[in-house]
């Protein structure tokens, strides 16, 4: 309970104090990619203690967040990044701290006041406790006690006689054949499972067995038949149980005589305690001291590793959740370009320069993106929520790094030098080759440009067919498994009937 709180309170306590902060990170976010933008606050201070060390990159790289984030400074992304990992991890940490928590402030102890076991109320039945015992004469053993419930007057009492006979028939012979060949460990039962009658043995059969039904053989060398002899006893009313077997037992060594005057002096003291709240456990058997304790619950601990392990793996996941926002960019990049390498065609051969037909295309790609951006709006069913223009679903991340190109050109940066940044920021090879293309046209002059970019318009449907067949094969290959499954069931719904109406 003190380590949960060690966890849980400073983070309450930092998310309270942290609440007032307004960086301006904090503003405009999306509320499907930033769940727990709550603990932000709070991130950010854990992620200012982890910028100054300089280990701000484990969060994710600046240059695949640049592409995936094209309309924001890579720092700002980087920043939105590692408060979306110590946010996710400080939400598992409160999580786990808290479960801890609850599980340790409802639990209920076992021993009150170092020795005492609790009783069950008339009708409630016998409860089964599992305490470990130390002592100086061995280690710390697991004994399982069982405390009756308070004393009950009942008119079953003759049935519960013929069943407990029954019972003690069946189960004092234990893995043995029958009574007249016993050659293994008896089972000299206490109580009956599911009364209040306790079974105490007869001393005389401690000549042949001890208490917990192990034989004594070492000084016979021929069967021997016993008849065993107990008391069973339903609170006040006692009566006699005979059973005739031929057994072989072996030396009761020190430490068991010693455990089995302590289970039966704990059964006396259940006995004679029956009409009190608890059962006071015995503090000494036989002149030797013996103490209590409770066996070591772990599932708080074994919990909070589970937690810590949940949390450690909180930034390996979410780079790897950039890594495929990554893919998804460069895919969709990839379907994108042939339609933009033919949008560049049409223009340039109707008569527009390169800078132009850029121009163009960005300002189309804007209408579109303001349109799709009304329409989403006009679809969602929650009239509260508000939709992030730049949400992934109205992004084309070719045509964003045509808008920042565009926006060089326009503050003076050469043409040329836009086409070979841009190339180069886009980080996939066909784009690469469309910027060298347009710089080395700028550069050389406008002669075969319409050529070569209808070749490469050629060459891209080529491969975006080429692409869109291998998603159909990964697509069929995935299929397989479910349809193999429909296969083995329909069989088995064929063969299993079939094979039942055989008769052998």
């Not at 603990?39 to 280990?55: D, F, M, N, Q, T």
């Not at 979306?84 to 409802?106: E, G, P, Q, W």
């Not at 068991?256 to 003291?269: R, T």
Request: proline share 4%; hydrophobic share 35%.
């Amino acid at each position: 309970m003190v380590v949960s709180l060690a966890v849980l309170v400073p983070i309450i306590l930092g998310v309270l104090l942290c609440s007032k902060d307004r960086d301006p990170i904090l503003t405009n976010l999306n509320g499907d990619e930033h769940p727990l933008k709550f603990l932000y606050p709070l991130a950010l201070k854990v992620y200012g203690l982890v910028e100054k060390s300089g280990r701000q990159d484990i969060f994710g790289a600046t240059d695949v967040l640049r592409e995936i984030y094209v309309d924001e400074k890579p720092e700002t992304s980087l920043k939105k990044q590692g408060c979306k990992c110590i946010a996710s991890v400080l939400a598992v940490l409160a999580a786990t701290a808290f479960i801890c928590f609850a599980y340790s402030y409802t639990k209920e102890n076992l021993l009150i006041d170092g020795n005492h076991l609790k009783r069950h109320h008339a009708g409630g039945g016998t409860e089964k406790y599992e305490i470990l015992m130390k002592s100086n004469f061995t280690s710390l053993i697991t004994m399982n006690i069982e405390v009756s419930e308070q004393k009950l007057q009942g008119e079953e009492f003759e049935k519960l006689k013929t069943d407990a006979g029954y019972y003690l028939d069946k189960e004092v012979l234990r893995n043995n054949k029958s009574a007249e060949c016993v050659r293994e460990k008896l089972n000299p039962v206490s109580a009956i499972p599911g009364t209040a009658i306790t079974v105490k043995w007869d001393d005389d059969n401690s000549w042949f067995m001890s208490l917990d039904g192990t034989l004594k053989n070492e000084d016979y060398e021929n069967p021997v038949p016993v008849r065993l002899h107990a008391v069973l006893t339903y609170f006040e009313t006692s009566w006699d149980y005979y059973l005739d077997i031929i057994i072989y037992p072996p030396i009761v060594s020190e430490e068991e005589m010693l455990l089995d005057a302590l289970k039966e002096k704990i059964s006396e003291l259940d006995t004679e305690t029956q009409t009190e709240e608890y059962l006071v456990l015995p503090d000494s058997i036989e002149g030797r001291s013996i103490g209590w304790e409770e066996e070591e619950d772990n599932t708080v601990r074994n919990f909070l590793l589970l937690g810590l392990l949940a949390a450690g793996i909180i930034i390996p996941a979410q780079k790897q959740d950039i890594k495929k926002k990554q893919k998804k960019r460069t895919e969709q990049m990839m379907r994108d370009y042939p339609d933009i390498i033919s949008k560049f065609i049409m223009l340039t051969t109707a008569g527009m320069t390169c800078r132009g037909a850029w121009d163009k295309i960005c300002r189309d790609y804007l209408r579109t993106k303001e349109v799709r951006g009304e329409e989403q709006k006009e679809k969602d069913k929650k009239p509260k929520r508000t939709i992030n223009k730049k949400s992934e679903k109205n992004i084309r991340y070719a045509y964003e790094e045509m808008l920042i190109s565009n926006n060089e050109m326009q503050l003076g940066i050469p043409e040329v030098k836009v086409y070979e940044r841009f190339g180069a920021r886009s980080s996939v090879p066909a784009y690469n080759r469309f910027g060298n293309m347009l710089a080395r046209n700028i550069r050389r002059g406008s002669s075969g440009i319409i050529e070569l970019l209808e070749s490469e318009a050629k060459e891209s449907f080529a491969e975006r067919r080429e692409n869109v067949r291998k998603k159909g094969e990964e697509t069929g290959t995935k299929l397989l498994i479910p349809m193999f499954g429909m296969l083995i069931l329909v069989i088995a719904i064929v063969v299993v009937p079939a094979f039942s109406s055989f008769s052998f």
